[in-house]
């Protein structure tokens, strides 16, 4: 299938963001590094929108299964698809927090990486909920024929679980982010339609005047994704939708933009790579004394993101490590 560059735009733009945003929260967490407001800010606006697009644009190429046979089939392709590089850097996760020297922000116990069936740790909770979306909103959309039924019922669900009181993320959060994955595949159906501008500029509406409020009103509080609650999952949503419309509506192609799209087909390798990347260059530079907060960032988020790059390219040279990231290439899938 032929890619779509606006897309692979989106993507780029997303993952770069959640780069930032887990090299920022990393600093402000780290006991050594003395961050100030505008790095709560900084975390707080990437937040606002990076994984919420994720999933949007996921849901904007998810193809509804219509037969029980091809659910089973392309549910277990994502299994394998996901399930080895979650498997593979939960332990990588495990062994770099334990080797840290007490610099890790978590260090993740042996029993934490023994239940990552139930539940996942840090940053790859993402592949997690992205797996069990596949799982229930194809039950869903098979068991309730009816795309009206079964897209109502998809969002009543996810308004009920956002007010559960506790995190369950098969129960609370597979829900809640199926709300905005189904959005990606609702709007794909009107997207060359006056109705897809209109969501558009309300949508931007919404997220625009959250970005008001957040240096004063909201304090600069960064959305806990754990605990999202009914307002700022519209918040998220908004966030996803406006940043899409945008795109869509304004991207040209020319160097600087097939530059940042050329990075949209390996975003799941920068997701996965990108973390253990940083943490490290966190290490070291704590290690030789550099301490400087802006420093950090910058040299974090270049070294996370760029080499992230480079592990791909070098995986993707060197067989059959590949299969770390692309297990579909040796599976008959």
């Given at each position: 299938?032929k890619?779509?560059?606006?897309?692979?735009?989106?993507?780029?733009l997303?993952?770069?963001?959640v780069?930032?945003?887990?090299?920022t929260?990393g600093l402000?967490?780290?006991?050594?590094?003395?961050?100030?407001?505008?790095?709560?800010?900084?975390?707080?606006?990437?937040y606002?929108?990076?994984?919420?697009?994720?999933?949007?644009?996921?849901?904007?190429?998810?193809?509804k299964?219509?037969t029980?046979?091809?659910?089973?089939?392309?549910?277990?392709?994502k299994?394998i698809v996901?399930?080895?590089?979650?498997?593979?850097?939960?332990?990588?996760?495990f062994?770099?927090?334990?080797?840290?020297?007490?610099?890790?922000?978590?260090?993740?116990?042996i029993?934490s990486?023994?239940?990552?069936?139930?539940q996942?740790?840090?940053?790859?909770?993402?592949?997690?909920?992205?797996?069990?979306?596949?799982?229930?909103?194809?039950?869903?959309?098979l068991?309730?024929?009816?795309?009206?039924?079964s897209?109502?019922?998809?969002?009543?669900?996810?308004?009920?679980?956002?007010?559960?009181p506790?995190?369950?993320?098969?129960?609370r959060?597979?829900?809640?982010w199926?709300?905005?994955?189904?959005?990606?595949c609702?709007?794909?159906?009107i997207i060359?339609?006056?109705?897809?501008?209109?969501?558009?500029?309300?949508s931007?509406?919404?997220?625009v005047?959250?970005l008001?409020?957040l240096?004063?009103?909201?304090?600069?509080?960064t959305?806990?994704?754990?605990?999202?609650s009914?307002?700022?999952?519209?918040v998220?949503l908004?966030?996803?939708?406006?940043?899409?419309?945008?795109?869509?509506n304004?991207?040209?192609?020319?160097?600087?933009t097939?530059?940042?799209?050329?990075?949209?087909?390996?975003?799941?390798?920068?997701y996965?790579?990108?973390?253990?990347?940083g943490s490290?260059?966190?290490i070291?530079?704590?290690h030789?004394?550099?301490?400087?907060p802006?420093?950090?960032?910058?040299?974090?988020v270049?070294?996370s993101?760029?080499?992230?790059v480079?592990v791909?390219?070098?995986?993707?040279?060197v067989?059959?490590?590949d299969?770390?990231?692309?297990?579909?290439?040796y599976?008959?899938?």
């Amino acid at each position: 299938m032929k890619r779509i560059q606006w897309i692979d735009f989106c993507r780029s733009l997303a993952i770069f963001s959640v780069v930032v945003g887990h090299i920022t929260m990393g600093l402000r967490n780290s006991p050594v590094i003395h961050t100030g407001y505008a790095f709560s800010l900084i975390q707080a606006y990437v937040y606002s929108f990076h994984i919420p697009l994720f999933f949007f644009i996921s849901g904007f190429l998810y193809k509804k299964y219509l037969t029980w046979h091809s659910f089973g089939k392309n549910i277990l392709k994502k299994f394998i698809v996901l399930g080895i590089p979650y498997v593979v850097f939960s332990a990588v996760m495990f062994a770099l927090t334990n080797l840290s020297g007490g610099q890790a922000r978590n260090v993740v116990k042996i029993q934490s990486l023994l239940s990552i069936w139930k539940q996942p740790i840090e940053y790859l909770w993402f592949l997690y909920v992205l797996f069990f979306i596949f799982v229930y909103i194809g039950l869903l959309q098979l068991i309730i024929k009816n795309d009206i039924y079964s897209s109502l019922l998809i969002i009543l669900l996810a308004i009920l679980a956002s007010f559960l009181p506790n995190p369950s993320w098969i129960l609370r959060e597979v829900p809640i982010w199926s709300l905005i994955f189904l959005s990606g595949c609702l709007i794909k159906r009107i997207i060359n339609t006056p109705y897809f501008k209109v969501l558009g500029i309300f949508s931007g509406l919404i997220y625009v005047l959250y970005l008001c409020l957040l240096p004063n009103i909201l304090g600069g509080k960064t959305i806990n994704y754990t605990r999202i609650s009914l307002i700022q999952l519209i918040v998220l949503l908004s966030a996803a939708l406006f940043i899409t419309f945008i795109i869509k509506n304004t991207f040209r192609e020319n160097k600087i933009t097939n530059f940042i799209s050329k990075y949209g087909p390996i975003t799941l390798v920068i997701y996965l790579v990108h973390m253990p990347l940083g943490s490290i260059t966190r290490i070291a530079l704590i290690h030789i004394g550099l301490l400087n907060p802006e420093v950090h960032l910058i040299v974090g988020v270049l070294i996370s993101f760029f080499g992230s790059v480079i592990v791909e390219w070098f995986v993707d040279k060197v067989k059959p490590l590949d299969f770390i990231f692309y297990p579909q290439r040796y599976l008959n899938l």
